[in-house]
């Protein structure tokens, strides 16, 4: 199996040659990080260094979701990937490892909504016609679930009565937190309900609490709003597994290049949470999109259509 970054990391830096290599590519990933333009000779050797890794077990580690100490093992795929991001977002290199089935999980889910379902004398009226309330029912019945739904909701609501906007790089950080340590079957009922009328509609667009973490007074540009992305090593990620994972395909059945519908909606929910946090756009339809404009984008309106367009016009999302 690939081994993870760190491990991989600290092979390197134990050898002599490999950890000067590294050095020389963690300088180049700097400057990319800081949009400082490279001379000629500073382009010829960071391309030199990413060459002499060669076969190193660094040039072809990946990270998981789910580990510790994500954000380092990222930081170490993008020095080592460095010259990947050189065009306009083409991140098709995911750094992270399909996720296997997690079957264990699955049986526990089941088991919470056979209890939900054996309550039906205190079911709510209407209760049946929405999903979305019945997958919330099931999450309040998981301890894990119902407490880091809570914890983010919490976070992610004003106080009554402040003037002050809440704290939006918290509130995200909850929301990353519950995506990636409930599990998915969870997840992905909450967020993903089938819905007939604009109650339940609503409550499913509520589910990010998006007065927090996707509304903002203005819409910014898309482009700034990618720029930011990139800037971040977790979204940079996020948005690089997004594009592999839903890259659309006219010619396949599922509209997706990659033919894994279930991979592409965990790609998506890998960008709850970040800077480019996506969200449903009304009660009344499944569209989604990002809190940007591609208004006046000048030359680059294209470019902006392309990364709203990711969203908004995606046949494999």
Same mark, same amino acid.
């Given at each position: 199996p690939r081994s993870d970054c760190l491990a991989a990391e600290q092979l390197c830096l134990s050898d002599s040659t490999c950890n000067a290599t590294y050095k020389t590519l963690e300088n180049c990933a700097l400057a990319k990080t800081h949009f400082l333009p490279l001379d000629h000779d500073s382009r010829v050797r960071c391309l030199n260094a990413e060459l002499d890794l060669g076969n190193s077990s660094l040039l072809h580690c990946k990270c998981h979701r789910r580990m510790k100490r994500q954000e380092h093992c990222l930081r170490v795929f993008w020095?080592? %990937?460095s010259? @990947?991001? *050189?065009?306009? !977002?083409?991140?098709?290199t995911s750094p992270y490892?399909?996720?296997?089935?997690?079957?264990? $999980?699955?049986? %526990?889910?089941?088991?919470?909504?056979?209890? @939900?379902?054996?309550?039906?004398?205190?079911?709510?009226?209407? *209760?049946?016609?929405?999903?979305?309330?019945?997958?919330?029912?099931? /999450?309040?019945?998981?301890?894990?679930c119902f407490r880091l739904r809570t914890d983010y909701a919490s976070i992610c609501t004003k106080e009554a009565g402040s003037e002050d906007m809440c704290d939006r790089r918290k509130c995200r950080?909850?929301?990353?937190? !519950? !995506? =990636?340590? @409930?599990p998915e079957d969870f997840t992905k009922r909450i967020l993903f309900c089938p819905c007939q009328d604009e109650l339940c509609g609503e409550r499913r667009r509520k589910t990010v609490v998006p007065d927090c973490s996707?509304?903002?007074?203005?819409?910014?540009? /898309?482009?700034a709003?990618? *720029?930011? /992305?990139?800037?971040d090593h977790l979204c940079k990620s996020r948005l690089a597994d997004f594009q592999q994972n839903c890259q659309p395909a006219d010619m396949s059945p599922d509209g997706c290049s990659q033919h894994n519908h279930a991979a592409c909606l965990q790609a998506y929910m890998g960008m709850i949470g970040t800077p480019m946090t996506p969200n449903y756009v009304s009660n009344s339809s499944?569209?989604?999109?990002? $809190?940007?404009?591609?208004?006046?984008?000048?030359?680059?309106? =294209?470019?902006?259509?392309?990364?709203l367009g990711m969203f908004e016009s995606n046949k494999c999302l």
């Open positions: 020095t080592v %990937h010259s @990947v991001t *050189d065009g306009y !977002f083409n991140l098709e490892e399909n996720p296997a089935n997690e079957e264990q $999980w699955k049986t %526990h889910y089941n088991e919470v909504a056979a209890l @939900v379902s054996g309550k039906d004398c205190s079911r709510l009226a209407g *209760d049946a016609t929405n999903p979305c309330l019945e997958a919330s029912h099931v /999450c309040n019945l998981s301890r894990k950080r909850g929301l990353r937190n !519950f !995506f =990636e340590r @409930v996707f509304q903002s007074n203005t819409k910014p540009n /898309c482009l709003l990618l *720029d930011s /992305c990139l800037e499944v569209k989604v999109s990002l $809190w940007c404009t591609c208004e006046s984008s000048g030359n680059q309106k =294209e470019k902006c259509d392309q990364i």
